[in-house]
């Protein structure tokens, strides 16, 4: 099985000779589209550096910094399948980390288990199904305080970091709230873009036909012995990269606007082949299972066993707990677009109602903002990152 699906693959990639016709190469999109998070970082004229840090269960993460010591640390954390390189790949003067160190903080670009960059574990190897035994939960109870221990350890003078998460990124921060509520006191304010918690209300077609079957997905790929999602994470990258920047361009867009929310005049579509560049980071089956029970139960629960004795062997109960969101009491500002197909403005103010100090509810007034363009759309300063620096001000003269 494995066998047939490797050499799928490699037929695809050695198909380049197919393309070769439509293929018309730019060698400047194709270097810049190649880059990796510090290759971002220093071509805008930054100073990068790599820190590698160890998780309580053997894992080694990358964290990407535009260092500024002693000045106040903001830790960026990315979404599924996605890496640092969300943060930067728009450049100087557009990606988040830039701006945030043109204002003076010291920024950290964290990377979760299992992406392009952090792919170490102590015991374990990528090929080994345990490597991959992680969701957002994993990331939340273990990433998350590993990350904030080590940023605030070397920030001297400052004992609490802002956090500003995308898509996954917020609903790991919300499992570290309710699971270990202590770093809630290390958190100086918690920016959720795109906050996930509930699915009850996103009506996107394709997540509503796959949801029924995840588990079945799943048990099958761990019967064939792929645990990573998409398997082979760079032959992936580098084959959308091709199909998509060069030969069915449009075709491909609009399957990514059909995920992320149709917004056609918020996209660069200079930028196009550096984002497919970095997409998709890697991530693990199991992650894709747990949201997919999101999107079956309509809670947010923790992972699902499928079977009520191992269940119980967990958790106590034949069912997973929810996660307790009321333990989250760091303070909190959601933003969110009424475009976004993964997220609906309804789940999201349901979140609002149990977090307990929410300081800043902003639904984004451009109509059209999508998934994606928190992190990509032409005017994501004036349309979002604007008002965060004045919310992040705010917390740090006190006034909120
Ligand atoms: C699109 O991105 C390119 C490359 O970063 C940039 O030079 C250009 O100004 C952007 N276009 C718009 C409309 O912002
Ligand atoms: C996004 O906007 C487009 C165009 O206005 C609309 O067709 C689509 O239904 C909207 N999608 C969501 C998820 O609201």
């Known amino acids: 099985m494995k066998c047939i699906y490797y050499c799928l693959i490699s037929l695809c990639l050695n198909a380049n000779w197919l393309l070769a016709d439509i293929i018309k190469y730019d060698p400047e999109v194709i270097e810049v589209a190649h880059l990796r998070t510090p290759g971002f970082i220093t071509k805008y004229g930054y100073k990068c550096e790599e820190h590698r840090v160890d998780t309580k269960d053997g894992f080694s993460l990358i964290l990407h910094r535009i260092p500024k010591p002693g000045a106040q ?46 792919r170490k574990h102590r015991k374990f190897h990528i090929l080994q199904r345990q490597f991959w035994d992680f969701s957002f939960h994993e990331i939340g109870v273990y990433d998350l305080p590993a990350a904030i221990d080590y940023v605030l350890d070397h920030s001297k003078g400052h004992d609490q970091l802002h956090y500003v998460g995308h898509s996954q990124g917020t609903t790991a921060a919300f499992v570290l709230g309710a699971e270990r509520p202590a770093y809630m006191k290390k958190i100086k304010l918690m920016q959720a873009l795109a906050p996930v918690a509930y699915f009850e209300n996103v009506e996107l077609p394709l997540l509503r036909a796959i949801a029924p079957h995840v588990a079945g997905i799943m048990r099958f790929a761990q ?62 089956i199991k992650s894709l299972g747990h949201y997919g029970q999101q999107v079956l139960s309509g809670g947010l629960y923790k992972y699902d066993y499928d079977d009520p004795n191992v269940n119980r062997r967990y958790y ?85």
Request: with cysteine; proline share 5%; net charge negative.
């Open 73 to 118: 640390p903001v830790l960026l954390v990315h979404g599924l399948q996605d890496s640092s390189s969300a943060w930067v790949m728009t450049g100087a003067g557009h990606g988040l980390a830039f701006l945030l160190s043109d204002r003076g903080y010291d920024v950290w670009l964290m990377n979760c288990r299992g992406n392009r960059y952090s």
């Open 223 to 284: 019967a064939v012995g792929i645990n990573e999602i998409p398997p082979e994470t760079e032959v992936w990258r580098e084959l959308s990269y091709k199909l998509c920047s060069f030969a069915f361009r449009s075709t491909c867009m609009e399957f990514i606007m059909e995920l992320v929310g149709t917004d056609v005049e918020q996209m660069n579509s200079t930028l196009t082949p550096i984002f497919l560049g970095q997409y998709p980071a890697g991530s693990s």
């Open 316 to 400: 106590g109960s034949p069912k997973p707990p929810a996660y307790k969101l009321a333990k989250i009491d760091c303070k909190v500002a959601l933003y969110y677009g009424q475009n976004d197909s993964l997220v609906s403005v309804k789940d999201v103010q349901r979140l609002r109602r149990q977090l307990p100090n929410v300081v800043h509810d902003e639904k984004l007034a451009y109509k059209k903002f999508n998934h994606l363009d928190f992190l990509a759309a032409i005017d994501v300063k004036e349309l979002l990152y604007n008002s965060m620096f004045q919310v992040m001000e705010k917390v740090d003269r006190g006034e909120l």
